[in-house]
């Protein structure tokens, strides 16, 4: 039997390409913000692009925030977060003032170039993905090196060593990926990544337990 997944409705983004990728990758695949559809999934997704700010506010708004804490850290369902989605299971941002799920012990941080060099922010296009030991369930079987399509001007930053599932080089070394038990965050767009990303997606809907 397929596994329900559930990519979370908050109004951050275009989730179509999500959609697709997950049923590319077998799932059986819905949107939705509707309290008993998300308790039902066997997995979520957590998308996003925009602002820290706004996407709280929406989760709050639309009565998400207080029922994804209860289907993540108490039911434990596995989920997935990406871009955006990624960023605000994290504590906090540089770009915004509230706080975000903290689900996982890291903050977002603004790029910043290093002394004498010069950085174009946002971080944007292709870039490889070095796999960790905390990402090994995730990134299963990813052709390498591992390419993945990039849109930020934030990055993750681990206050709990271990945590970092992927890195990645732009201008210096950054957590691209970080996992934690049921919780996945992707900084990167593994639905706008070809071959690399569906197995990112495959790997989620077949194989993630934890990490």
Same mark, same amino acid.
């Given at each position: 039997?397929? @596994?329900?997944? &559930? ?7 275009? &989730? ?13 695949? &819905? ?23 706004? !996407? ?18 108490? @039911? ?52 490889? &993905?070095?796999?960790?030991? !905390? ?5 299963? @079987? ?70």
């Amino acid at each position: 039997m397929s @596994q329900l997944i &559930v990519v979370v409705d908050y109004d951050t983004g275009n &989730v179509g390409s999500v959609l697709n990728m997950l049923k590319k990758a077998g799932a059986k695949a &819905v949107l939705s913000r509707d309290p008993e559809v998300l308790s039902t999934a066997d997995r979520l997704v957590l998308p996003g692009v925009g602002a820290f700010d706004e !996407a709280i506010g929406n989760l709050r708004r639309f009565g998400l925030y207080d029922l994804l804490d209860e289907l993540v850290l108490r @039911q434990r369902k596995p989920i997935m977060g990406v871009c955006l989605g990624a960023q605000i299971m994290t504590k906090s941002s540089e770009e915004g003032r509230l706080p975000g799920f903290g689900w996982l012990d890291a903050r977002l941080v603004r790029f910043r170039a290093p002394p004498g060099e010069t950085l174009r922010v946002p971080h944007m296009g292709w870039n490889t &993905v070095t796999p960790t030991a !905390a990402g090994a369930a995730i990134f299963d @079987q990813v052709a390498k090196p591992m390419r993945f399509y990039f849109v930020h001007s934030y990055h993750m930053l681990a206050d709990t060593p271990g945590i970092e599932a992927g890195m990645t080089t732009y201008g210096y070394p950054f957590a691209s990926a970080l996992a934690a038990g049921n919780i996945v965050a992707l900084q990167f767009h593994p639905e706008k990544s070809h071959k690399y990303g569906l197995q990112v997606y495959r790997n989620f809907v077949t194989g993630f337990q934890s990490c």
